[in-house]
């Protein structure tokens, strides 16, 4: 902003001074054509004076006549030894040398005057420049700090705000860029971590194998079950970390489509039935069975399975499951509530956290099901939380409308 006030101070500076000094330059000449026109009419009026003196005779008008005649002659003045380029008025040619020097005096300090302006705003634009140019080895050496007070209104301006940008862009791409590496490492961590259990009991499974070749044919079954199983577990971790990787790189595309709310919630619950029947839950549906929603049906059922798939874990045997849909001007609401071991106070805000493991996880839970879900949801223009208390635990998904 300072640099910015200096500038229309040039401005205004220079504007004033080129006025000023104009004026003076017209009251200069007007001033020389008032002295040269008083010292030729003194001359004329003592001729005058001196030709009635001698002639009285001569009229007025013959004098009027003879003034206002624009016949040239210098033959007379000739005879006396006046050419043609001297000053027939002797106070005019010292009063034109003296204008003369005032003038070439006057175009001297103007000069300087201008050239001064000129050379203080040019020495300013210089400081601007190696400022630049400071700025520019600061942000090659990763400091990002840019102080906004210096921008003008002039080119230098523009390049520094330009700058400014890029430097903006380095700098959150830098920030990005390092919370990508933390982001890698956790997650490199946290897959490690899963994959460790399962590929151990894997190993130790094939150990029993290979070292128990006599191992009893019903023995032998239950150890390659128990091989398969850990397979499709690492199998349903690693398809699941990459439909993740999917949506943190930005890659998913949504196909929406309208679809019926009711429609949509059959289908989760077939995906889910073989845990419901094994476990004797019941699960209750209520909603209007005409209310829609314009979403990516695939994904959304994806995400549902996974939260209806966590309620159904977590619930007690011969229990239930109410699920209420709802719609208004805003949004629609799906609630999915189980009554089973419920989610301490501890662990409800890391509910959604990738590979979290509360207090009441199932051995086999993975921690990837409700992250999952929750990116499927927010991606599509939705939202979901949960709440649980006395063993009465809710998903609240809602879908916005605009």
């Not at 930005?250 to 039935?273: G, H, Q, Y």
């Not at 071991?341 to 051995?363: M, V, W």
Request: net charge neutral; hydrophobic share 40%.
């Amino acid at each position: 902003m300072k640099n910015k006030i200096n500038f229309k101070k040039y401005l205004i500076e220079t504007f004033i001074i080129s006025i000023i000094l104009s004026t003076i330059f017209i009251f200069i000449n007007i001033y020389e054509y008032n002295v040269y026109k008083q010292n030729f009419n003194n001359k004329v009026s003592l001729i005058i004076s001196k030709v009635k003196d001698k002639y009285p005779l001569v009229d007025n008008n013959d004098i009027m006549e003879i003034l206002n005649n624009k016949e040239k002659t210098n033959d007379l003045f000739k005879e006396y030894g006046i050419l043609e380029s001297d000053s027939y008025i002797l106070e005019n040619k010292d009063a034109f040398n003296t204008f003369l020097i005032i003038n070439i005096s006057y175009l001297i300090i103007s000069i300087i005057i201008i050239l001064f302006i000129y050379l203080h705003y040019e020495k300013n634009r210089r400081k601007e420049i190696k400022e630049i140019t400071k700025l520019v080895e600061r942000i090659n050496n990763s400091d990002y700090q840019i102080n906004l007070n210096d921008l003008t209104e002039d080119e230098l301006s523009i390049l520094k705000n330009e700058i400014y940008k890029t430097t903006i862009i380095l700098k959150e791409r830098a920030e990005l860029s390092h919370q990508d590496k933390l982001e890698l490492k956790k997650s490199l961590e946290d897959i490690s971590h899963q994959l460790k259990t399962p590929l151990t009991s894997m190993l130790i499974i094939l150990d029993n194998l290979i070292d128990e070749p006599n191992m009893t044919k019903n023995l032998q079954e239950e150890f390659i079950h128990d091989l398969k199983r850990e397979v499709l577990n690492i199998n349903f971790l690693v398809q699941n970390l990459l439909k993740l990787t999917k949506f943190d790189v930005n890659t998913v595309k949504f196909n929406r489509k309208v679809v019926l709310v009711n429609n949509l919630i059959k289908e989760v619950m077939k995906n889910t039935a073989t845990l419901s029947d094994l476990k004797n839950i019941v699960i209750n549906v209520k909603g209007n069975k005409k209310i829609k929603l314009n979403i990516d049906y695939n994904w959304q059922i994806e995400a549902l399975t996974n939260i209806l798939k966590n309620c159904l874990e977590h619930s007690y045997n011969d229990s239930k499951i109410d699920i209420e849909y709802i719609e208004n001007k805003a949004y629609t609401k799906i609630d999915i509530t189980d009554y089973g071991i419920g989610i301490t106070k501890k662990d409800l805000p890391h509910i959604f956290e990738r590979f979290y493991q509360s207090e009441n996880a199932l051995n086999e839970s993975m921690g990837i099901g409700l992250s999952l879900a929750k990116s499927i949801i927010e991606k599509d223009n939705g939202r979901v939380l949960v709440t649980s208390n006395n063993n009465k635990t809710t998903f609240t998904i809602k879908y916005f409308k605009v």
